[in-house]
């Protein structure tokens, strides 16, 4: 949305991307993307990423992790236990 200046989403109407079917784009707009629920934890999470933090935005990125620390973490995890 950011890329054509829009700032509502309506106005995404039958302007998807190529890869997902127009019609299937427009019902996920109606259904979810234009509810209220959605709107307020949109907000939500768009102020929480703009939160400051020691005069810094968050980059809210955690820290990096490689699959195979992931994958040992899991199998630690679930099967040691």
Not at 19 to 31: A, F, G, L, P, R
Request: aromatic share 12%; proline share 2%.
């Amino acid at each position: 949305m950011s890329k054509e200046n829009i700032t509502n989403i309506i106005d995404c109407l039958d302007k998807g991307p190529a890869w997902i079917n127009n019609d299937d784009w427009n019902q996920m707009i109606k259904d979810v993307w234009s509810t209220p629920k959605f709107q307020r934890r949109f907000e939500s999470a768009r102020r929480n990423r703009l939160t400051k933090t020691n005069d810094k935005i968050s980059t809210h990125s955690g820290e990096t992790v490689s699959f195979a620390l992931y994958q040992a973490n899991m199998v630690r995890i679930f099967f040691y236990a």
